[in-house]
């Protein structure tokens, strides 16, 4: 039988600044909850509800106690990093192993990306960052009933670029990349914006986009160089052919990026029956079934970004 700490269950959400410049964690009580949810937010607001009705207080500490709290508590090291450029299949692939509870999904955790960017909001040292995040990952990777053998973190889409740093950190995990054609992405993204797609919600500078360039409202001009710079960050790191790294592409089908992924990353697929089931259902909702997008228009094509794809198919 497990030993269970006291915090066991806890896990930090969010980063902030406190009224006297001081940096601050939130803490959540997850309780018995196995994170299903396509989005680690998701799963943090049904928590959030449940303590509300329960009259807690929310749980702040300093930034100190996350890593004291995180060499106490028994946890996986990741199995995988899912890198993505949004709109390609990421979603479902990491929603296919939350099937199993043996293993841990971590899906776009706020935290990740806030302690990734903290240099936005104040300075920081880069030890420092690499303690917060590093810390972060073992709390969201413990171990909470005893049979987890797999960790798989999904980034933001964005957080390919911080490539380098992150490989730094972990130089022996397996990094997943999926991409998909511009043109498709740039339809997918009209019907429903991500944050990245919208001038001003992401950091123009991490997103490579030059600030002097006035879009003048038209999303989908700012979106294809947004994907430019992902394609072209993926590629360069293609270029690397580290061993560590595997790439798959939208086009191929749902299922063979997931048989890939698992055969890269040695994460078993369980329950077969269980996994087409869910691939018939919305990657961002299982109870919504799955409906064929329509073809992109010719005003979702841009030639240069459809030229920085290229070049990530011609590296396969």
Same mark, same amino acid.
């Given at each position: 039988m497990m030993n269970k700490s006291p915090l066991t269950n806890w896990i930090p959400h969010r980063l902030s600044i406190s009224s006297d410049e001081e940096w601050m964690l939130h803490w959540m009580d997850l309780e018995d909850r196995h994170i299903m949810e396509p989005f680690f937010d998701e799963t943090i607001n049904i928590c959030s509800c449940r303590r509300k009705d329960k009259r807690r207080l929310p749980s702040l500490s300093t930034t100190d106690f996350l890593s004291e709290v995180a060499a106490g508590i028994p946890h996986l090291p990741p199995t995988a990093f899912v890198f993505h450029v949004s709109r390609c299949g990421s979603t479902l692939l990491s929603q296919a192993f939350t099937l199993d509870s043996e293993n841990i999904i971590i899906a776009e955790a706020p935290l990740l990306d806030e302690i990734l960017r903290a240099s936005e909001k104040k300075e920081i040292t880069e030890e420092k960052r690499k303690q917060w995040f590093m810390a972060a990952v073992q709390l969201m990777g413990q171990l909470r009933n005893g049979n987890e053998s797999a960790y798989i973190v999904k980034l933001d889409s964005w957080h390919l670029h911080f490539y380098d740093i992150l490989r730094s950190w972990y130089p022996n995990t397996p990094f997943f990349f999926l991409s998909r054609k511009p043109d498709e992405v740039l339809a997918s993204h009209e019907k429903r914006a991500g944050i990245h797609t919208v001038p001003g919600l992401v950091n123009k500078? @991490?997103?490579? /986009?030059?600030?002097?360039?006035?879009?003048?409202?038209?999303?989908?001009?700012?979106?294809?160089? %947004? @994907?430019?710079?992902?394609?072209?960050?993926? &590629? #360069?790191?293609?270029?690397?052919? +580290?061993?560590?790294?595997?790439? *798959?592409?939208?086009?191929?089908? /749902?299922?063979?990026? /997931?048989?890939?992924?698992?055969?890269? #990353?040695? %994460?078993?697929?369980?329950?077969?029956?269980?996994?087409?089931?869910?691939?018939?259902? +919305?990657?961002? &909702?299982? /109870? @919504?079934?799955?409906?064929?997008?329509?073809?992109?228009? @010719?005003? +979702?094509?841009?030639?240069?970004?459809?030229? *920085?794809?290229?070049?990530?198919?011609? #590296? #396969?």
């Amino acid at each position: 039988m497990m030993n269970k700490s006291p915090l066991t269950n806890w896990i930090p959400h969010r980063l902030s600044i406190s009224s006297d410049e001081e940096w601050m964690l939130h803490w959540m009580d997850l309780e018995d909850r196995h994170i299903m949810e396509p989005f680690f937010d998701e799963t943090i607001n049904i928590c959030s509800c449940r303590r509300k009705d329960k009259r807690r207080l929310p749980s702040l500490s300093t930034t100190d106690f996350l890593s004291e709290v995180a060499a106490g508590i028994p946890h996986l090291p990741p199995t995988a990093f899912v890198f993505h450029v949004s709109r390609c299949g990421s979603t479902l692939l990491s929603q296919a192993f939350t099937l199993d509870s043996e293993n841990i999904i971590i899906a776009e955790a706020p935290l990740l990306d806030e302690i990734l960017r903290a240099s936005e909001k104040k300075e920081i040292t880069e030890e420092k960052r690499k303690q917060w995040f590093m810390a972060a990952v073992q709390l969201m990777g413990q171990l909470r009933n005893g049979n987890e053998s797999a960790y798989i973190v999904k980034l933001d889409s964005w957080h390919l670029h911080f490539y380098d740093i992150l490989r730094s950190w972990y130089p022996n995990t397996p990094f997943f990349f999926l991409s998909r054609k511009p043109d498709e992405v740039l339809a997918s993204h009209e019907k429903r914006a991500g944050i990245h797609t919208v001038p001003g919600l992401v950091n123009k500078q @991490l997103l490579k /986009i030059d600030p002097q360039v006035d879009y003048g409202g038209n999303f989908s001009r700012f979106t294809a160089d %947004v @994907l430019k710079g992902f394609y072209q960050q993926m &590629s #360069s790191i293609q270029q690397l052919q +580290h061993p560590k790294n595997a790439f *798959a592409d939208y086009g191929e089908g /749902i299922s063979t990026m /997931i048989d890939r992924f698992s055969r890269f #990353s040695g %994460v078993h697929i369980r329950g077969q029956e269980q996994l087409q089931n869910r691939l018939n259902y +919305h990657s961002k &909702s299982n /109870i @919504l079934p799955y409906q064929k997008e329509q073809e992109p228009e @010719l005003r +979702h094509q841009y030639p240069d970004c459809m030229e *920085a794809y290229e070049n990530i198919k011609r #590296s #396969s």
